[in-house]
């Protein structure tokens, strides 16, 4: 017997369709790892529910109906179609990493992990990510680290999660890739798009071998704070309207 989706509220449905749309920017962008990764948006309203892709749909091709909705223990939450279970299937490891920022973080709202091979190499650098650029200094002493500890399967690693994020928006997983976060899907957006950007950079600048100049700390901490200047949100919201344009005119629409 099949069991009908109920409808779904407006508010969710929005947040459902700005996801699909981030999914398929960060495919837009080549930060993708086949069907490994995972970006990961709160519901409106109480019930600590979330959004999170379905297993095995690529992210190029993510649609608003594709999203899952989960509670903090990435258990499903919506009404499960007898005739297809494998539609409804969750990555475990990779709620692991999401649930223990929505959990403890709860101004963030949308969570982005990526494995792209300029991020995962910057996680491999012992350095961290280096202060070379100007999308690297968005990050200067904004920005956390995690070591390795495996695929993350175990549940008690989101406390050590949490606890190297801090205050912090951003993360580079040690070794694995990246993390990050946003107040909204459009400032995740913005802060992957800046942090791979600045992985790319400094992957390509060390490949040159030529010696690197280092802004002294003081234009460090002066760009970092420009970064979070009155007009910020403003530019942030631009930047995701022109973004949308992007992914414009796909086989399949985002929004269904």
Known sequence: MQIERPPIPESEWSARVELAALYRLVAHFGMTDMIDTHITARVPGPEHHFLINRYGVLFHEMRASDLIKIDGQGSVVEPILEDDPARYRVNAAGFTIHSAIHMARPDLSCVIHTHTAAGTAVSAQRQGLLPISQHALKFYERLAYHDYEGIALDLGERERLVRDLGSHSAMILRNHGLLVAGRSVPAAFQNIYFLELACQIQVRALAGGAELNMPSE??????????????????????????????EGGATDYRT
């Open 218 to 247: 003081a234009v460090c901490r002066l760009a970092a704070q420009q970064f979070d200047r009155d007009e910020a949100a403003e530019i942030i919201a631009l930047q995701w309207q022109a973004a949308l344009r992007l992914i």
